[in-house]
T-cell receptor, first 114, second 114 residues
Framework: KAGVTQTPRYLIKTRGQQVTLSCSPI?????VSWYQQTPGQGLQFLFE???????NKGNFPGRFSGRQFSNSRSEMNVSTLELGDSALYLC?????????????FGPGTRLTVL | DQQVKQNSPSLSVQEGRISILNCDYT??????FLWYKKYPAEGPTFLIS?????DKNEDGRFTVFLNKSAKHLSLHIVPSQPGDSAVYFC?????????????FGKGTMLLVSP
């Protein structure tokens, strides 16, 4: 069974640009969550999508957005990039049944903003 | 406001000895707790979990203890092995978010020396 895949693995952008990251969940998983990992803040929850709908949202500005497609693949977008957006962005997939399903993480996308 | 805290950024232990990683939480709505392990350039992988109705859960060399009154949990690794060297994240979730939102601590880097 293939794991969670994320593309691209590395990305370099400049301030003010926008970026789109992609996540393909494990086959059969309908929930995709996104997390931001920085040295200072650890792993912070961005949002969760289930059946193409945002089900939960973390405390991030509106520059961070996402969507989920009918095949459960998800994308997250960051507009007007800031230096502080440099981080490892992780996505996790799960069945999403609401009964403590295990979340499986992808390897992450390392975003560097110059 | 950090709802899950891991106050030790790092821990060094000799091979064969016990490793004890600690975690505190503040949100009394959390009722499910997890430990994840992360190697560099990989996503976190699930290690062990515990429900708030239990005070202990064991899985091989790994045991998690939960003290609800103190809002404290700990992960014990016995015996520690060099391959256990990684960053360990404590995470918590709650029924109100469908258990699909994980709140993480900042992590503890464990180094097990031969």
């Amino acid at each position: 069974k293939a794991g969670v895949t994320q593309t691209p693995r590395y990305l370099i952008k400049t301030r003010g640009q926008q970026v789109t990251l992609s996540c393909s969940p494990i086959s059969g998983h309908r929930s995709v969550s996104w997390y931001q990992q920085t040295p200072g803040q650890g792993l912070q929850f961005l949002f969760e999508y289930f059946s193409e709908t945002q089900r939960n949202k973390g405390n991030f500005p509106g520059r961070f957005s996402g969507r989920q497609f009918s095949n459960s693949r998800s994308e997250m977008n960051v507009s007007t990039l800031e230096l502080g957006d440099s981080a490892l962005y992780l996505c996790a997939s799960s069945l999403g049944s609401g009964s403590r399903d295990e979340q499986f993480f992808g390897p992450g996308t390392r975003l560097t903003v110059l | 406001d950090q709802q899950v805290k891991q106050n030790s950024p790092s821990l060094s232990v000799q091979e064969g000895r016990i490793s004890i990683l600690n975690c505190d939480y503040t949100n009394s709505m959390f009722d499910y707790f997890l430990w994840y392990k992360k190697y560099p350039a990989e996503g976190p992988t699930f290690l062990i979990s515990i429900s708030s109705i239990k005070d202990k859960n064991e899985d091989g060399r790994f045991t998690v203890f939960l003290n609800k009154s103190a809002k404290h949990l700990s992960l014990h690794i016995v015996p520690s092995q060099p391959g256990d060297s990684a960053v360990y994240f404590c995470a918590a979730s709650a029924r109100y978010s469908g258990y699909s939102t994980l709140t993480f601590g900042k992590g503890t880097m464990l180094l097990v020396s031969p």
